[in-house]
């Protein structure tokens, strides 16, 4: 099993709509927990960090549920430039060391 | 803004030779770290370092790969000899320091490929 599991889509959506990604952990012990945008051919980009009380940045709501291991971006009102994979990324103490712990992203296209 | 440097972006390399990456960190960041980033999947840490320190090499295939950072300051990874499998992004990332809340930024990336 995968530490961070996600759905890998494509999520094909009109722009304008709503659009949910989620994505689930193993390691109960992970302390923090993050979304990147990762543009094709680009290097990724932190979007926002989760927060236990959900965070929101303009159009992007992120949630974080500790019991159920479960992280989750909603996207309100699409844009065409949304058009990214975005990688659900977790932080966890191992070995000494804090590491970050990539899924392996959901892709999303939105069309016009 | 301050950013990641890596060089070359792209680099075609035989089967069996070697083939070098650098990496240059936002000025200060004492914390770098190669990932290896093979396509349709997402990143995975290859190499940490903490200044010139290897902090975590556990996922580096030391038979082949290797990595240094002499002065703390920039960086090289090594593959000798390449294999096919190799073929992917090799991404480098800087950070202020080591912690749960530090963001790691990452410069442009190596697309290699073997052939």
């Known amino acids: 099993r995968k530490e961070v599991e996600q759905d890998p889509g494509p999520f094909n959506v009109p722009e304008g709509a709503t659009v949910a990604f989620n994505c689930t952990y193993s390691?109960?012990?992970?302390?923090?927990f993050f979304w990147y945008r990762q543009d094709c051919r680009k290097e990724p980009k932190l979007l926002m960090s989760?927060?236990?009380s959900g965070n929101e940045d303009g159009r992007f709501t992120a949630q974080l549920n500790r019991a159920s291991q479960y992280i989750s971006l909603l996207i309100r009102d699409s844009k065409l430039s949304d058009s990214a994979t975005y990688l659900c990324v977790v932080n966890t103490y191992v070995d000494s060391s804090y590491k970050l712990i990539f899924g392996s992203g959901t892709r999303l296209l939105v069309r016009p | 803004e301050a950013e990641v440097a890596q060089s070359p972006r792209y680099k075609i390399t035989e089967k069996s030779q070697a083939v070098a990456f650098w990496c240059d960190p936002i000025s200060g960041h004492a914390t770098l770290y190669w990932y290896r980033q093979i396509l349709g999947q997402g990143p995975e840490l290859l190499v940490q370092f903490q200044d010139e320190s290897v902090v975590d090499d556990s996922q580096l295939p030391k038979d082949r790969f290797s990595a240094e950072r002499l002065k703390g300051v920039d960086s090289t990874l090594k593959i000798q000899p390449a294999e096919l499998g190799d073929s992917a992004m090799y991404l480098c990332a800087s950070s202020p320091g080591q912690g749960r809340n530090y963001e790691q930024y990452f410069g442009p990336g190596t697309r290699l490929t073997v052939t």
């Open positions: 989760v927060y236990s």
């Open positions: 390691n109960s012990a992970s302390q923090s």
